[in-house]
C-alpha cells in the first residue's frame, strides 16, 4: 500500500513536468494550429538558463525567474522569425519548419554547450518534508507540484478573465472574425508562445532540480511524451493538457514500479493509440466538423 | 593538330608529374631512413556520457606511446596514434573502424571502451584481421569474437562474484537488490554473475529492477526496491546513472549500501554525488596508493603531462598500450598477423593494474580490488582473487 501511494508521489511529480510542457504545445496548437516541435528545446533551455544562473550563485527564486525570461524570448524570437512569415503558408510549411528549428536548437546546444550531461546544481537540501509510515515526499517533488498547480491556476484565471486572455479564446475560435473585432492577431500569438515557453523553462528547471542531470538533448523525449500528453488530453484544450500530463507521469511510473521499466514507453504510446483509437479529438475533446 | 593545343597538352602534363611527385614526397616514399613507422588505431568516447572514460582510456594509451618511442621506439619502430572519436555508440564505432583500418592502415587498435562498443568493433577487426585489445570492455563475449581480440581488464564475471562474496562476508548482507541497465550488455552481464553467486554464497537476492540507458528518473524503480528492505544494493552502471540513483535513493530514505562495480570509479562520482558517495563500494582495477614503482611512475608522469590526476580506466589504457608494444617487441615486427599471435602468447606481462597472463581467450587473469569512498577520497578496501 505504501509503496503505491509512493508511486502515485512520484507519478505526479513526473506528470506535473509532462503537464507544464504539454501546456506550451496545446495553447500554440489551439492558436495557429501548428504542432511546435521546437516546444522541448525550449524546456531544455530553461533548464540551461537555471543552470547558469545557479552555479553563477543567483539565489533559486531568482534563477527560476531568469529560466521563464529567457525561454520566453526564444519563444518571441523564433515565432517572429520562423513562424510568422508563414502565417498564410500551408499548414505542412510550418510544421517542417518547426522540426528544422527543432533540430537547430538541439544541434546548437551540443555545438555550444558540449553534449556532455551536466549535473545540475543542487541547491534544496536532500529531505523529505512529508513523511507517512514508508511515503516521503521530497522537497523537491513537493516543490514540482505545487509550483505547477500554482501556474495552471495563474494561466487558468489569465485565460477567463483577462482581456489578452479572452483575446487569445477568440483568435482560437475563429481568427478573421476576432480580427474584425479589432483584435491584433500577431500580437495574441506572440503573447502565446511567451507564455508556452515560460512554462516549458519553468518545467526545465523543476527537472533539472529533480533529477539533476541537464544535456542539449534532454527536451527530444520529454518534448514527445509531453507532446502525447496533449494529445490525449485533446489538443488545443488547456485542462485537457494538463490532466493529459498527469497521466501520462502516473502511468509511466506505475508501469515501471509494477511491470518493467521496458514496458513503461510501449504503455505510454500505447496509451496514445488507445485514445486515438477511441476518442480521436481526445478526454476532453468535442469532434467538430472540419471547416470548409 | 595546332601547335597551340599541343602546348597545353605539355604543360598539363609536366603539371601532373609534378603533382605526383609532390604526393610520393608528402607520403614518404622518398624520405629513407626516418626509421620505419606503425599507425596504431586508438578509438574511444570522447563525447556523451562515457566521455569521462574515454579521455582517460586515450591519455593513459597515448602516455604509454610517448614514453615507448622516446625510449626509442619498439625495435626501432615509431609508434604513431590516430584518435578516433566512437560517441559509445555502436554505428559510430563501426564507421570508426572501417576507417582506421581501410583509410588509416593501422598495424593494431587499443580500445574501445565500452563493451557494447567492444562487441560491436570487435567482429570487424576479425574480419579484417587487425588485432585489436580493449582496455577495458569487461564483458565476456567481446573477445569470443575471434582470436584477434584480447583484453586488459578483468571479465565482469570475476567483478560480479568477488562483489558478491564482499558482500557477504565483509558486508553480511542477507539480502542484495540489483539495479541495471537493459540496453548496456556490461550491466546485463554483471546483474546474472552478481546474482546468481550472491544467491550461491547464502544470501537472498530480494528484488531485480531494470532500467534503460538515458533515463533519468529512477523513483519508480528505488521505491520498489525500498518496498523490498534489502541490506545492499548492487548496481552495474556508469557513474553518471550513479550520481542519480544515489540522490534519488537519498531523497526516498533508502539507507541501504549502495555497490558496484569498476563504471563507479570517475572522479565525477564524488564530485556529482558528494557526500551520498561516502561509504559506497565498488570493485576496481587498480587504485593509486599502491606504493609499487610502476603505478607510481605512471601516476607522476600522467600528471606531469596531463595536469590532473589519472582515473582509473587511464591505467587500463596505458597498459593496453605497453601490451601492445611488448607484443610487436616480441613479434619482431610490425605485420598484423604476428603482432596477433604475440599479443595472444602475454605471459606475466608485469602491467601497473597487476601482472597479466593471457588465457585461451585472451583474458587476463588478475587481482580485483575493492575501493570506497572516504572523505572525498577514493579508498583501497581489500584485493580478492575471484
Redesign the interface.
Known sequence: M??LL??LV??L??GSIYALIALGYTMVYGIIRLINFAHGDIYMVGAFVGYFALRGGLPLPFAFFLAMIIPALFGLVIEFFAYRPLRNAPRIAALITAIGVSLFLENLGILVL????R?FP?VLP???II?YG?V?V?L??FLMIVITLALMVLLTLFVHYTKTGKAMRAVSQDREAAQLMGININRIISVTFVIGSALAGAAGVLVGL????IEPL?GV?YGLKAFVAAVIGGIGIIPGAMLGGVLMGLA???V???L???W?DAIAFGLLILILLIKPSGIFGTSSRTKV | MSGKSNRTLWIALVLVVIAVILVLALTGVFTKGGGERVKIGVVVPLTGPVAVYGEGVRDGALLAIDEINEAGGVNGIKLVPVVEDNKADGAETSNVMNKLITRDGVAAIIGPVISATANVAGPIAVRERIPMITPTGTAIEVTLAGEYVSRTCFLDSYQGSVMAKFCREELKAEKAAVIFDVANDYSIGLKDVFAEKFTEYGGEVVEIVSYTGGDSDFNAQLTRIKAANPDVIYLPAYYSDDVLFLRQARNLGITATFTGADGWDAQELIDGAGELAEGCYFTTHYTPTDPSEGVQNFLANYQEKYGKFPIVLAALGYDAAKMLADAIERAGSADPEQIKDAINSTKDFPGITGMITLDENRNPYKEITIATVKNGQFELVTKLRP
Open positions: 505504501s509503496q509512493q508511486q512520484n507519478g511529480s513526473l558540449s553534449p556532455d550531461p549535473p543542487q536532500d529531505k523529505s513523511s514508508d516521503n521530497s523537491t517533488q529533480y533529477i539533476p542531470r534532454m523525449m509511466e511510473t506505475l515501471t514500479g509494477f518493467a521499466s521496458t513503461r
